[in-house]
């Protein structure tokens, strides 16, 4: 495994439909690169091309990042020297109710344990976004001393004496004290990371440490995302970062990640997975928050015995009920199928009142990246690309919804339809998308 900046290699090619069968890009790249990200990103207009992070598997294996424009990443694609170009969308915090009743106190008064553990001679990384640096959790109780050691803010263009991580070639990184508490936080209209970081290492004293974190006397090191552009490569960069901080000073790192979403084939073969199981071992540890979501409805799973089996059919339908309109929209949903699984995926426009698909629309098999309008029953697009993993070999279609609206009594239905046996999961970002049955015979939901 290794990391490296990107150096521009002035490729301007664009991409279009027409070449999208020869592309080594994913299909979750070839969607975001077609300009439609900020559909899932509230309907934000892009106001300038900037860059993101992906992944980039060379020819020989060797898999590293790249932080490039759009364009950049849309020519690499074509060069005879990338294997592939993985992009993922941005990750979503996930972590909103603290720990309770998990022995925390116990550990700390070294109860049936040889002594007590309170973090002391070990690094706590924190990647996130929403830092308040001078909150009194990250100060230790005894001088007042900033327990913070470095920050890493990797949205911020510069800063008054600080420079971007060699390493990395992007964001600005905070050495002292004093610049730490010269720029207060990292984001004004979040704390979403003060929440997790003090939950993790903080050792706030009110209520007589009521709130104390759970290692309170460990060395912190906060990592910044930018929550604009930030992908799952950009995640990978920031632990690398502190797990290279804890080398330093020789000191045992655990890295917390209370954020992430459902992109990828949930089999620990995705690049994220696969740099995050080569960078941990003995001293080195990556926990993650297990999420909020709990009955929420976004996983179905299906093992076709063959393919006279019956299709799959469910409906996609916005988180919570609520419409889109022209300024909320977006999400995705993907299909995995392992390898050598043969099937048909379509999307419709589907009459609730009369039970019936009124427009249907094949999807896969298919080439390249598709427009897909379902008539007058709904205003918008919906976005597809498909390819096959070369990780894993399991078939990847992504669905990405511009979607507007949607017409009374009508709903947008996903069907797979079996060629052969095989097991395939359908995944909503369980953000802006759920998958749904409707109480409709014949279709099926998590």
């Not at 920050?151 to 060699?166: F, I």
């Not at 950009?234 to 992109?263: M, Q, R, T």
Request: with cysteine.
């Amino acid at each position: 495994m290794m990391f490296s900046r990107f150096i521009p290699l002035l490729f301007l090619a664009p991409v279009t439909s027409a070449c999208m069968a020869q592309t080594t890009l994913s299909p979750q790249a070839q969607l975001m690169l077609r300009g439609q990200q900020s559909a899932t990103r509230a309907g934000q207009a892009e106001t300038e091309e900037k860059k993101l992070t992906a992944y980039v598997t060379r020819p020989d294996g060797t898999l590293t990042t790249c932080h490039a424009t759009p364009s950049e990443l849309s020519a690499m694609a074509h060069s005879a020297d990338i294997a592939h170009v993985h992009l993922t969308s941005s990750p979503l915090p996930m972590l909103d109710k603290a720990r309770t009743e998990a022995g925390v106190q116990r550990i700390h008064n070294g109860e049936e344990l040889a002594r007590s553990f309170t973090g002391k001679g070990v690094v706590v990384g924190i990647v996130d976004a929403g830092f308040d640096y001078t909150h009194p959790a990250f100060r230790r109780p005894s001088d007042g001393e900033l327990r913070i050691v470095r920050v890493w803010e990797q949205g911020t263009a510069s800063y008054e004496g600080c420079t971007p991580p060699d390493a990395f070639g992007y964001g600005v990184e905070m050495l002292s004290a004093d610049a730490i508490l010269g720029a207060q936080a990292d984001a004004t209209v979040n704390s979403h990371g003060t929440h997790v970081a003090a939950i993790a290492a903080g050792s706030d004293t009110f209520m007589d440490g009521a709130w104390q974190g759970v290692a309170p006397d460990a060395d912190i090191v906060l990592v910044g995302l930018d929550q604009s552009t930030a992908t799952h490569a950009d995640i990978s960069n920031a632990v690398k970062y502190i797990f290279d901080y804890a080398d330093e000073v020789d000191k045992p790192c655990v890295v917390n990640l209370s954020l992430g979403n459902h992109d990828g084939p949930h089999d620990g073969t995705s690049p994220f997975d696969r740099m995050a199981d080569a960078m941990q071992g003995p001293g080195r540890i990556i926990v993650g928050a297990a999420g909020n979501h709990q009955k929420d409805r976004f996983h179905i799973h299906r093992s076709f015995a063959s393919a006279e089996d019956d299709a799959l059919r469910t409906f996609i339908t916005y988180k919570y009920k609520v419409p889109p309109t022209a300024t909320q929209y977006g999400g995705t949903v993907q299909l995995w199928a392992e390898g050598g699984t043969e099937l048909e995926v379509e999307l419709s426009a589907y009459s609730l009142f009369n039970k019936k698909d009124m427009v249907s629309v094949p999807v896969y098999p298919a080439e390249g990246v598709q427009t897909v309008k379902l008539g007058s029953y709904a205003t918008g697009t919906l976005e597809v690309a498909s390819g096959t993993d070369p990780e894993n070999g399991k078939l990847n279609v992504v669905i990405q919804s511009a979607l507007t609206s949607v017409r009374n009594n009508y709903a947008v239905a996903l069907t797979v339809r079996p060629k052969s046996g095989g097991n395939v999961d359908i995944w909503a970002d369980n953000t802006w998308l759920q998958l749904d049955d409707k109480d409709i015979e014949g279709f099926c939901a998590p």
